[in-house]
């Protein structure tokens, strides 16, 4: 049996998921899980990597379809709530799933799959009222057999379906269990996309595995969320620098008494987590104010879920993301895959039972991601005295300008401590004389502020060829549902004309 389901018996009477003021125990989640299973393979004996999708809003609904799917020997495709039709088509369509497990509130959007494919549609409602009935063993579930596919964000290209077996799984739920010492007492507020490997390995596996709670909102609020730290119940807590941002935001406009309330919440918690894009130092040192509490910054990938991780106890470096996690091994080499020294950028690459088995239906993709073995991440880093600091996505932080390689977080970073400045995301755009140029998306907190001040501003802080050369005031960045700013659509407003 799948080891993650297997814990669960051993801690059948505690609480495993909380949605909606309403618990539910471990004991419940395999009763669920179990007569979801049994529905999805209905006369069959084993699904046989069969793809589900599914699409419900996290919740206990929503551990009890993975698995549920799992138990019965399918591979778990998550489909993201937030998503147009048309991406939840394409997931469809290149997986070839067999059937999509849903609730009621997105009947409406995935009707037209059915119209489209020949597909099974479950309602989970429906699945959930109907009796148990005695049925045979459920399939033995071999570890090295594919367990899920999660789709990459699309940041760079197409969005690839990221095919990870159990045994992949399991190993990224315990480097994180082991690194970050999660316990059977411990309890995390989930408010990230359980499309995406954050919010399903690093948040509700772990806790699973661990048997703790994980509590889910019924969706995304400020005030809910310091409303659930101030009942003093969960004691860790992980978003995306986006989110860090928006609560540091919301408290600033606290009065003094309820900012009290929430100071006394943060002394119950033993862990703070921020990862998914690069966490600015000005919101690691605000929320370090706030909170007293020093963000732990991680990095990871959807292909090998997390790679490298600050340290749990000891010091936290701002603007660097640690050492590697326990069983995973990291290399740094140059354009021809020559391992660099120390201090010399270069591109991460990985190894570890932690790394993906393959894109789905895509076997040159994945190939052409690995050299002698090791996943070439496309991820720019520098091994700096004790720990990885990130410069930069090669193909999107990295820009190469006059025969410099530039990184883009860096320029950000200074910009940030600019006093009118709310936000940036700085991008290369294509120059037929440099190669690239710099261009610069601005978010402006006082809108009198001029580009030619901010240039005066820089020119004490950057060297002329990091200096940005275009610049665009927007009032907000574009982003994916991750928070992450998706810098190949800001390049697309630059190269049609967007700047100054």
């Not at 040159?364 to 496309?378: E, H, I, L, Q, Y």
């Not at 907000?476 to 992450?484: H, I, S």
């Not at 810098?487 to 049609?496: H, R, T």
């Amino acid at each position: 049996m799948i080891n993650l389901i297997e814990n669960a018996f051993n801690h059948s009477e505690r609480i495993a998921i909380s949605d909606n003021n309403r618990s539910y125990t471990y004991r419940q989640l395999l009763e669920a899980s179990e007569k979801i299973a049994l529905a999805l393979l209905e006369d069959k004996k084993d699904l046989d990597e069969a793809r589900i999708a599914f699409i419900v809003a996290p919740s206990f609904e929503y551990v009890c379809i993975q698995w549920g799917i799992w138990r019965a020997g399918g591979i778990a495709v998550p489909l993201c709530v937030k998503h147009p039709y048309d991406a939840i088509k394409y997931v469809i369509e290149d997986t070839h799933a067999q059937a999509v497990v849903f609730s009621n509130n997105y009947r409406g959007l995935i009707k037209p799959l059915f119209e489209d494919f020949e597909l099974r549609g479950v309602s989970i409602e429906a699945v959930m009222v109907t009796a148990q009935k005695e049925k045979p063993r459920l399939p033995e579930i071999p570890l090295d057999r594919r367990g899920m596919i999660i789709y990459t964000s699309g940041t760079t290209g197409k969005p690839k379906g990221v095919v990870s077996t159990h045994q992949n799984i399991e190993a990224q739920i315990e480097s994180l269990v082991t690194s970050w010492e999660w316990t059977k007492e411990d309890r995390i507020l989930n408010i990230l996309p359980l499309h995406h490997v954050h919010g399903i390995i690093n948040i509700l596996s772990c806790a699973l595995w661990s048997g703790a709670c994980c509590e889910f909102l019924e969706k995304f609020d400020v005030k809910k969320i310091f409303d659930v730290f101030c009942k003093q119940e969960v004691n860790l807590f992980m978003a995306v620098p986006t989110i860090y941002y928006q609560l540091i935001h919301y408290w600033k406009e606290l009065t003094p008494a309820d900012q009290q309330k929430i100071d006394v919440s943060f002394k119950n918690f033993r862990l703070m987590v921020s990862g998914s894009a690069a966490l600015p130092i000005s919101t690691l040192e605000e929320w370090e104010k706030i909170s007293g509490h020093t963000l732990l910054e991680r990095y990871g990938m959807t292909e090998m879920g997390m790679a490298i991780s600050n340290s749990y106890k000891g010091i936290r470096k701002p603007g660097h993301i640690g050492v590697p996690l326990a069983g995973v091994i990291i290399r740094i080499v140059d354009e021809n895959n020559h391992t660099v020294v120390d201090g010399i950028s270069g591109e991460i690459q990985v190894k570890g039972p932690n790394v993906f088995k393959e894109y789905w239906g895509k076997p040159n993709a994945t190939k052409g991601s690995f050299v002698d073995g090791w996943f070439k991440t496309g991820d720019i880093a520098v091994f700096d005295k004790d720990s990885y600091k990130i410069l930069g996505r090669n193909s999107v932080d990295i820009i190469k300008s006059g025969g410099y390689k530039i990184s883009a977080l860096e320029i950000e970073e200074v910009l940030r401590n600019h006093p009118a400045i709310k936000d940036c995301a700085v991008v290369g755009i294509p120059d037929d004389e440099w190669g690239e140029i710099i261009g610069v998306s601005l978010i402006m907190i006082r809108d009198q502020e001029t580009i030619p001040a901010i240039k005066e501003w820089l020119k004490d802080k950057l060297p002329g060829y990091k200096t940005p050369r275009k610049y665009l005031i927007q009032t907000d960045l574009p982003r994916n549902v991750m928070g992450k700013v998706t810098k190949k659509v800001l390049q697309k407003i630059f190269i049609e004309g967007g700047n100054k």
